[in-house]
Structures are given as structure tokens and as C-alpha cells.
């Protein structure tokens, strides 16, 4: 078995109880603005430990979101592996070229997306503080 030309693996901590995730993560509006040009279908609903996806569009292979509980939060994962679904260019340099910004850009995202879930969950919560238990907290509610 090879290697998939987009390798995608990330790591976020967020300092929010793991059960305020899952309202955030399987939030269908949020998928399309984190990863819009992607058609995802649930292979697995974790609930609040997240989703698994089939990706198809400019790219196809599978993609999660995994929340992993530590310590009083949780780790945010988020994996990608997939092929692009458009021909690469025929000559070698151009076509490494595109698959580093390809990967590049799939990075961002992701970074992008779990940069958004730590900022909606912990809200306003002061840096060493004790993490965000309550939706109340999040919603301001």
C-alpha cells in the first residue's frame, strides 16, 4: 500500500470539556465554510468524540475530526488522506509543486478549523485558567 499524496495530521488542544465538542464539530454549516470545496459523507458519527468522513470533490480519501479527552479539555485531531481527483502537471517540479500547495493549503484549514472550535468553546477564558464546563459558558447563556 502507498502513500497518499495528501498527508494531513494535526493536533489542537482545547480547554473545554469534551462534551461541549460535538454541538461545534457536527455543525453541517461549519463544514461546508472549513472545508467547502469537499463533498463529506459520514462514515462515523463518534458524537461528541467527533466524525469521520469519505471525501470526494478535488479530492478523495477519507478525513476525521477526532476529540481525544486530556487532562481537563481535550486534544482536537484532525486527519486527512487523500488523492487529488485533477491530473497533476507532467513535469516533475510542477507537479511536486502542486502537491506541497495542496497539502499546504489543506493544513491551513485544518489549523484554520480547530483554531475556530478552541476560540468557540473556550470564549473568553483567561489563559491558565480552569477549562470551559458548561455550555452556558460558551453560548454566554
Given amino acids: 500500500m502507498g502513500v497518499t499524496t495528501i498527508q494531513v495530521a494535526d493536533e489542537t488542544f482545547v480547554a473545554a470539556a469534551p462534551s461541549l465538542a460535538g454541538a461545534v464539530v457536527h455543525d453541517r454549516a461549519r463544514w461546508r465554510r472549513w472545508f467547502g ?3 463529506l459523507q ?7 468524540a467527533g466524525v ?6 478535488p479530492l478523495e480519501g477519507t ?3 477526532w476529540c481525544e479527552p486530556v487532562l481537563d479539555g481535550f486534544v482536537l485531531h484532525y486527519y486527512l488522506h487523500a488523492e487529488p481527483t485533477r491530473p497533476l502537471p507532467g513535469q516533475p517540479a ?3 509543486a502542486a502537491i506541497a500547495e495542496a497539502n499546504k493549503a489543506r493544513r491551513v484549514a485544518g489549523k ?3 483554531f475556530e ?8 477564558r483567561e489563559i491558565g485558567g480552569p477549562a470551559v464546563m458548561a455550555a ?3 453560548t454566554g447563556g
Fill in 42 to 48: 459520514v462514515v462515523e458519527d463518534r458524537g461528541d
Fill in 52 to 57: 469521520r468522513w469519505q471525501v470526494a470533490g
Fill in 63 to 65: 478525513m476525521e475530526i
Fill in 112 to 114: 484554520e478549523m480547530s
Fill in 94 to 96: 510542477a507537479a511536486w
Fill in 136 to 138: 452556558e459558558a460558551v
Fill in 37 to 39: 470545496d469537499l463533498r
Fill in 117 to 124: 472550535v478552541k476560540a468557540l468553546l473556550e470564549g473568553d
